[in-house]
């Protein structure tokens, strides 16, 4: 089993930027794809950035494109999600995933992922 734990979400102006982490123990991930999803108030859960096993490739959503940066640290069994340029749209809880995919086209999906994390509340302020 694996378990993520993720960290890092606050209260920020629009304009700022942050930094989310992401925990797994249990078992190593280092060959899972990692991924980032969040769901705001009343909406769907929505693909933010995925991070092929390796790290050689990453992928974003529409709306945090140029905006947000995924990486990860397997040494420590870890995911980052540096995000710059805050907006108030970008509030929402999110979520990290991880699961073992091969294809791309399988990253955007929440339900592609077999484990989750609790969550991490970012609230953008105008």
């Known amino acids: 089993q694996v378990q993520l734990v993720e960290s890092g979400g606050r209260l920020v102006q629009a304009g700022d930027s942050l930094r989310l982490s992401c925990a797994a123990s249990?078992?190593?991930?280092?060959?899972?794809?990692r991924a980032w999803f969040r769901q705001a108030p009343g909406k769907a859960r929505e693909f933010v950035a995925a991070?092929?096993?390796?790290?050689?490739?990453?992928f974003y959503g529409d709306t945090v494109k140029g905006r947000a940066t995924m990486s990860r640290d397997d040494a420590n069994n870890a995911v980052y999600l540096q995000m710059n340029r805050l907006e108030p749209e970008d509030t929402a809880v999110y979520y990290c995933?991880?699961?073992?995919?091969?294809?791309?086209?399988?990253?955007?999906?929440?339900?592609?992922?077999?484990?989750w994390g609790q969550g991490t509340q970012v609230t953008v302020s105008s």
């Open positions: 249990g078992r190593t991930v280092s060959s899972f794809t």
């Open positions: 995933a991880a699961a073992p995919l091969w294809y791309p086209s399988r990253y955007y999906s929440d339900s592609e992922y077999n484990f």
């Open positions: 991070i092929t096993r390796g790290g050689d490739k990453t």
